[in-house]
């Protein structure tokens, strides 16, 4: 059965739901505030999530946990929200720095 997690945006308590088999979760409330502003959080569910949407979950003021990294498409996300929150364009080749970013990253874990 998945678990979602969800943020309440209310009291920034974080909550899991369990989804029975077959049921929606249409609005999901918090337990502790009666909230309903509740923000799914990034999971092995998040595969529909655009890159924007994971741009803007990124927190710059600290450095991501390697287990963040573990998920390919997360890398470049960091260092690309950096630089736009400092005005630069990250530019085209950026991607490219991305891409060996990648293969570096994985090459490293795979040891
Ligand atoms: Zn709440």
């Known amino acids: 059965m998945p678990i979602y997690e969800y943020r309440c945006l209310d009291c920034r308590n974080k909550v899991e739901i369990l989804v029975l ?8 409330t918090c337990p502790r505030c009666g909230g309903t502003n509740m923000q799914r959080l990034m999971s092995s569910f998040a595969h529909h999530v655009s890159e924007k949407d994971r741009l803007s979950q990124v927190d710059t003021s600290r450095p991501m946990s390697e ?45």
């Open 21 to 28: 088999p077959g049921s929606q979760i249409t609005s999901p």
């Open 67 to 111: 287990d963040y990294y573990r998920d390919d498409r997360n890398i470049g996300l960091w260092a690309k929200k950096r630089m736009q929150e400092l005005g630069h364009d990250p530019g085209p080749e950026f991607e490219g720095i991305v891409e060996k970013a990648k293969k570096d990253v994985k090459e490293k874990l795979s040891d």
